[in-house]
């Protein structure tokens, strides 16, 4: 059974930090693209970084320079790593998994579309308060 579990969500305050992980259990994730996709009340689901492989990497405008995506193969994780948290980072955070020899590698720099993901996980809370 394939299953996707965001963890490392929390309340921080402004300027913070938190690295959030994507850990795999029935697949392996060294052959999927990973995307990280955040909702906050009120709004819609937005992609925030996608990861193909260390050479193809996404970012959202409203994110670069603060957040990094990153594969642990050992760990069968993504990692996003989130620093100088804005409250406007708020929400819940999801990864989402598609498989790549399937379905074909995004153009470079370039995130898989929504739609097109075929695994995710529950979500786990980031919260930015002072």
């Known amino acids: 059974q394939v299953q996707l579990v965001e963890s490392g969500g929390g309340l921080v305050q402004p300027g913070g930090s938190l690295r959030l992980s994507c850990t795999a259990s029935?697949?392996?994730?060294?052959?999927?693209?990973v995307g990280w996709f955040r909702q906050a009340p009120g709004k819609e689901r937005e992609g925030v970084s996608y990861?193909?492989?260390?050479?193809?990497?996404y970012y959202a405008e409203s994110v670069k320079g603060r957040f990094t995506i990153s594969r642990d193969f050992a760990k069968n994780t993504v990692a996003l790593q989130m620093n100088s948290l804005k409250p406007e980072d708020r929400g819940v955070y999801y990864c989402?998994?598609?498989?790549?020899?399937?379905?074909?590698?995004?153009?470079?720099?370039?995130?898989?579309?929504?739609?097109?993901?075929?695994?995710w996980g529950q979500g786990t809370q980031v919260s930015v308060s002072s």
């Open positions: 989402e998994a598609v498989f790549l020899p399937r379905r074909g590698s995004s153009e470079k720099g370039k995130m898989v579309p929504a739609n097109e993901y075929e695994y």
């Open positions: 029935g697949l392996t994730l060294d052959a999927y693209g």
């Open positions: 990861i193909a492989s260390s050479t193809n990497t």
